[in-house]
């Protein structure tokens, strides 16, 4: 019987030098789920990864996957994930579907096996049509799709995605989301980095946010964001001058007030009374908004606005 959690970390390090990348951490990945990690730059979420697929190795601590210890079996696990990098790395000189049958060369698949196996998962990723042509003719969101039926030529228990849907329309983002949909409801395990918060909302059944090599909250998308901010925020975007003092006394029946160069958060539990009392101000019309609280707004409170290199 496959175990119930496919990932356990308790107290996982990871030092470089002077450097701690990772600090004490501790999460559970239960099977055939969709588990996130997200943090801004350097917050230590993609040396995580790596070590969960046997690329680097933990400093300390425990860490187990399929029930099976990394620093004792590396090469078993490594045969049972599958890994999508960040930076495409696709041969642009080579078809489409040679790129796949060079890569199941990796994994020992005889030849008759790697080609019906390659031409399923184009046709699972909506590439069966470009097969016979060169990588440098697909688009962004075809080399990402195809990257991803490469990380599935092992029939992976376990696929890692770094940041899966970097630079793709919306159009392409959803086509690789409703993939990763389909592979989750055939009991495979994701664990995904991204930048996009509603990529996270979407996809992962749980999530951790990260910064500076720490676990800062942990559950789903709906807990982390119903413990971390306000069900709503009223934005008023580039309040005139002469509005900001009443804007000031009116902060006093919200729970938090944010103000950035270009518009003010309202965080609240009572939206349309907050609302109200703005449109009663000499406010631009249509700059009052109201909203949900989200991902984006738990994320920003506890990493921070500032840009990070």
């Known amino acids: 019987m496959p175990p119930s959690v496919a990932v356990v970390a308790r107290d996982l390090t990871k030092r470089y030098r002077d450097l701690e990348a990772v600090r004490s951490i501790s999460f559970d990945v239960p099977a055939e789920t969709c588990f996130g990690f997200l943090g801004p730059n350097g917050a230590g979420k993609t040396t995580t990864m790596r070590?969960?697929?046997?690329?680097?190795?933990?400093?300390?601590?425990?860490?187990?996957?399929?029930?099976?210890?990394?620093?004792e079996h590396?090469?078993?696990?490594?045969?049972?994930?599958?890994?999508?990098?960040?930076?495409?790395?696709?041969?642009?000189?080579?078809?489409?579907?040679d790129n796949l049958l060079i890569h199941a060369r990796y994994y020992g698949l005889k030849s008759k096996t790697a080609r019906s196996t390659a031409l399923e998962l184009l046709e699972f990723m909506e590439l069966i049509e470009k097969k016979d042509r060169e990588i440098r003719e697909l688009s962004g969101g075809m080399k990402r799709r195809l990257m991803i039926a490469r990380g599935l030529l092992n029939a992976p228990e376990i696929l890692v995605l770094d940041?899966?849907?970097?630079?793709?329309?919306?159009?392409?983002?959803?086509?690789?989301?409703?993939?990763?949909?389909?592979?989750k409801r055939r009991g495979v395990t994701l664990l995904l980095t991204t930048h996009y918060m509603e990529e996270a909302a979407q996809l992962?059944?749980?999530?951790?946010?990260?910064?500076?090599?720490?676990?800062?909250?942990?559950?789903?998308?709906?807990?982390?964001?119903?413990?971390?901010?306000?069900?709503?925020?009223?934005?008023?975007?580039?309040?005139?001058?002469?509005?900001?003092?009443?804007?000031?006394?009116i902060g006093d029946l919200a729970q938090r007030v944010e103000k950035l160069a270009d518009r003010w958060l309202f965080y609240t539990h009572d939206g349309d009374v907050l609302r109200e009392k703005m449109r009663a101000l000499a406010l631009p019309p249509?700059?009052?908004?109201?909203?949900?609280?989200?991902?984006?707004?738990?994320?920003?409170?506890?990493?921070?606005r500032g840009l990070l290199d």
């Open 163 to 183: 940041e899966p849907t970097t630079g793709l329309d919306p159009q392409a983002r959803h086509l690789v989301w409703e993939r990763l949909r389909s592979l």
């Open 51 to 71: 070590m969960i697929s046997c690329a680097l190795p933990p400093t300390s601590g425990r860490l187990d996957v399929l029930g099976i210890p990394v620093t």
């Open 74 to 97: 590396p090469r078993w696990v490594k045969s049972r994930m599958g890994v999508v990098a960040q930076e495409d790395n696709l041969d642009e000189e080579i078809t489409v579907l």
């Open 204 to 249: 992962c059944d749980r999530l951790v946010i990260m910064d500076q090599g720490r676990i800062l909250v942990e559950g789903s998308p709906r807990e982390v964001v119903a413990r971390h901010t306000s069900p709503e925020v009223v934005e008023v975007f580039e309040p005139p001058p002469d509005a900001q003092g009443q804007l000031d006394s």
């Open 286 to 304: 249509g700059s009052v908004w109201l909203r949900g609280g989200t991902l984006e707004d738990v994320f920003l409170a506890l990493t921070g």
